[in-house]
């Protein structure tokens, strides 16, 4: 029994040295005449929390981003969230939920957000598959983990639809 809990104690202090950093992917510049976009992540889901630095500490993985988008025409941009999806590492997977819609159905249909006219947007978002319930009947997000992650972006313009990539990735740092 003390050699399992020893072995516990150690993995967890190993574990817990572990340190991680955030390298942006460079934009492509797609549509940057309707919209420019970034990607924040994050780790903590008081909404007053600030949003991980480039290079961050032990266990600090994170669990949502913060999307923010800046509308550069001169019409209204819709956040389409039914079609805005997930990206974890090479492929989409699933939708994202956000703010007191954390707890809900997972595949309910969401309303879409307008930017206006040369408005900017920011929301924290949660990837939808990671939300996990807890005991006291609540929910929390879990760990996005490592990798290319990001968000698949879907807004409206007018008749068009314009969709792009939004990645970065977290590698583990060496020591």
């Known amino acids: 029994m003390k050699k399992n809990y020893l072995l516990l104690v150690l993995a967890i202090l190993i574990g817990g040295c572990t340190k991680y950093i955030i390298k942006p992917v460079k934009d492509d510049g797609k549509y940057k005449e309707y919209f420019t976009a970034r990607l924040q992540l994050f780790n903590n889901p008081n909404p007053g929390a600030h949003?991980?630095?480039?290079?961050?500490?032990?266990?600090?993985?994170?669990?949502?981003?913060?999307?923010?988008?800046?509308?550069?025409?001169?019409?209204?941009?819709?956040?389409?969230?039914?079609?805005?999806?997930?990206?974890?590492?090479?492929?989409?997977?699933?939708?994202?939920?956000?703010?007191?819609?954390?707890?809900?159905?997972?595949?309910?249909?969401?309303?879409?957000?307008?930017?206006?006219?040369?408005?900017?947007?920011?929301?924290?978002?949660?990837?939808?598959?990671?939300?996990?319930?807890?005991?006291?009947?609540?929910?929390?997000?879990?760990?996005?983990?490592t990798g290319k992650l990001g968000v698949f972006l879907s807004l409206k313009y007018k008749n068009q639809e314009l969709q792009k990539k939004l990645l970065v990735e977290v590698v583990k740092a060496e020591n």
């Open 51 to 145: 949003a991980l630095p480039q290079k961050h500490r032990k266990n600090a993985q994170a669990i949502g981003f913060i999307l923010h988008i800046k509308n550069n025409t001169e019409e209204n941009l819709e956040i389409d969230w039914n079609k805005t999806l997930f990206f974890n590492k090479e492929y989409t997977d699933g939708s994202f939920l956000f703010g007191s819609g954390l707890c809900a159905d997972k595949d309910s249909a969401k309303i879409n957000d307008i930017i206006f006219t040369h408005g900017t947007f920011s929301k924290r978002i949660y990837p939808s598959h990671l939300i996990i319930g807890t005991k006291n009947g609540g929910c929390r997000a879990g760990l996005m983990g």
